[in-house]
Nanobody, 120 residues
Framework: QVRLVESGGGLVQAGGSLRLSCAAS????????MGWYRQAPGKQRELVAS????????NYADSVKGRFTISRDGAKNTVYLQMNSLKSEDAAVYYC?????????????WGQGTQVTVSS
C-alpha cells in the first residue's frame, strides 16, 4: 500500500519559516491534485493550499495567502509547502493529501501528519 510521508515540521518562533515536504512511498498514477490540510486542537481539518498537476494552478486559504507557497516536483511525486511569517494561529498538525483520478470514484491519500508549533 502506497503511503504519503511528510517531513519538515517542528518548532519555530513567530515570524519564522518552515518548509514541509510530502512524498509518496511508491508510484501513484493519475494524481490530479496535491494539497496540504491542517488541524489544530478542537478545530476541524481545513484546507491550507492545493495545486493541480495539470496546469500547476494553486489555491490558498485566505489566512495563508501571501505567506505560504505550495509547489510540487512532478518527477518525484512530491509536494512542498513553504511557510513564511508564521503566526501562532498557524500551529497545527499538517497533513498532505493526494487525489488520484482512479475509476470509478477516485482515490484519496493522506499523510500521517507533521506537527508545526509556533512559539510567540
Amino acid at each position: 500500500q502506497v503511503r504519503l510521508v511528510e517531513s519538515g515540521g517542528g518548532l519555530v518562533q513567530a515570524g519564522g519559516s518552515l518548509r514541509l515536504s510530502c512524498a509518496a512511498s511508491g508510484i501513484i498514477f493519475r494524481i490530479n491534485v496535491m494539497g496540504w490540510y491542517r488541524q489544530a486542537p478542537g478545530k476541524q481539518r481545513e484546507l491550507v493550499a492545493s495545486i493541480t498537476t495539470g496546469d500547476d494552478s494553486t489555491n490558498y486559504a485566505d489566512s495563508v495567502k501571501g505567506r505560504f507557497t505550495i509547489s510540487r516536483d512532478g518527477a518525484k511525486n512530491t509536494v512542498y509547502l513553504q511557510m513564511n511569517s508564521l503566526k501562532s494561529e498557524d500551529a497545527a498538525v499538517y497533513y498532505c493529501n493526494f487525489k488520484a483520478m482512479t475509476v470509478p470514484y477516485g482515490t484519496t491519500y493522506w499523510g500521517q501528519g507533521t506537527q508545526v508549533t509556533v512559539s510567540s
